[in-house]
């Protein structure tokens, strides 16, 4: 009897101390941001989008995970999801940075995969939900892993920047490890409401970062920024009291000679068709297509809807996005891009597949971009389990 109650106090002793570490970690580690002041939460409530002490969608449109469709999502995460994982990582292509330095005027684009870019316009290095670190989650040796371990470019190898434009404030979209890289390289930062509490709390200083509401814009220089709605939600987990806390957008950065459309992580809806009308048309829309299921559709869009939205907002060439970079869904991980090219090509709608790292210029014409992704379907399938 001994033996068993020395063995259930140490069995004790080692949960409580598990449970200690998670509670320690959860409190002071620096990668789940920061709380607004008393002050910008005060600002945040008068926002039209703040209701009930949360930020909300157009029409409290909710992703609901209750009664049957939360076993369903349980479900799906033990089922055996074949290629949801490539068996071999997506090569980039190596940018140059004294290449980068030679920003003249050309509106160039260079994805990074998933949802990150480098715009060059106007003299100006605009970066765009700048996730380039190694996991989209806040303990790095054990979260989702970026399926290519080298990336095009080291941020230090970046020049300058000017601006960065932030989404929202997702593991995937905001990166703490990267912002610490770039904030002493970067003179300014866009961001939805709310997400300037996390930058203020990694050391980014209070006069870099701009708020914006929906519908709200910036001016740098001669460049647009618009805040525009996206349906979605918030937040980094901590304690999940922080559940959409922050604001999430869209954004339409507008040039002397170029308009393009951001659609950050959005589900389809109407707001597409309301943004199109207001900006539209649009030179390019770079649109989410991937980590989909129709358990949560209300949220992120199926890859046909990835077009719809395109033409809602009335773009002349799309480029999904959101794929390629990690496993945050359970489908094939090049079903995104092949089921949104189909129904473009349904359509009519051009539309743009460059590799990560590869450099294109906007100057009227349709980018030349290769179906690379279509090579891939030829190497042997990964069974993942979760």
Request: net charge neutral.
């Amino acid at each position: 009897m001994k033996k068993i109650v020395k063995t259930m106090i140490i069995l004790a002793s080692i949960l409580v101390i598990a449970m200690a570490s998670v509670v320690l970690f959860m409190a002071l580690s620096p990668q789940f941001g920061g709380h607004p002041t008393q002050k910008q939460q005060l600002i945040y409530n008068q926002s039209p989008q703040h209701r009930d002490g949360k930020f909300a969608n157009m029409g409290d449109v909710k992703m609901e995970m209750t009664g049957k469709k939360f076993w369903a999502m349980i479900k799906e995460q033990f089922n055996v999801h074949p290629n949801a994982t490539p068996s071999q990582a997506p090569q980039p292509i190596a940018m140059d940075p004294a290449e980068l330095l030679q920003n003249n005027g050309d509106f160039r684009l260079f994805w990074f995969g998933h949802s990150s870019f480098l715009i060059q316009t106007n003299g100006k290095n605009i970066l765009i939900d700048p996730m380039l670190g190694q996991s989209a989650s806040p303990v790095p040796f054990i979260g989702v892993k970026r399926f290519n371990k080298e990336m095009p470019i080291e941020i230090e190898q970046l020049p300058a920047i000017d601006l960065v434009l932030i989404s929202h404030d997702h593991y995937d979209h905001l990166d703490y490890q990267s912002i610490k890289r770039l904030k002493d390289k970067t003179k300014a930062f866009y961001t939805p409401l709310g997400v300037g509490t996390h930058l203020r709390a990694w050391g980014v200083h209070s006069a870099h970062i701009t708020e914006l509401d929906w519908w709200q814009h910036a001016q740098l220089d001669e460049l647009s920024f618009t805040c525009t709605p996206a349906q979605h939600f918030s937040g980094r987990g901590k304690w999940f009291s922080d559940q959409a806390s922050t604001l999430w957008c869209s954004w339409v950065i507008q040039t002397p000679e170029k308009k393009v459309f951001f659609s950050g992580d959005s589900g389809y809806g109407p707001h597409f068709k309301t943004i199109g009308k207001k900006y539209g048309p649009f030179d390019l829309a770079l649109m989410e297509c991937g980590q989909y299921n129709e358990l949560w559709k209300e949220i992120h869009m199926m890859p046909e809807e990835t077009i719809l939205a395109a033409e809602d907002i009335k773009a002349q060439i799309v480029m999904p996005i959101h794929w390629g970079a990690f496993k945050l869904s359970m489908h094939d991980w090049l079903d995104p891009i092949t089921r949104a090219s189909a129904k473009a090509n349904e359509t009519g709608l051009p539309v743009i597949t460059p590799r990560i790292g590869e450099g294109l210029v906007l100057n009227g014409e349709i980018p030349a971009t290769t179906q690379w992704w279509e090579e891939r379907r030829k190497e042997p399938m990964v069974t993942v389990n979760k």
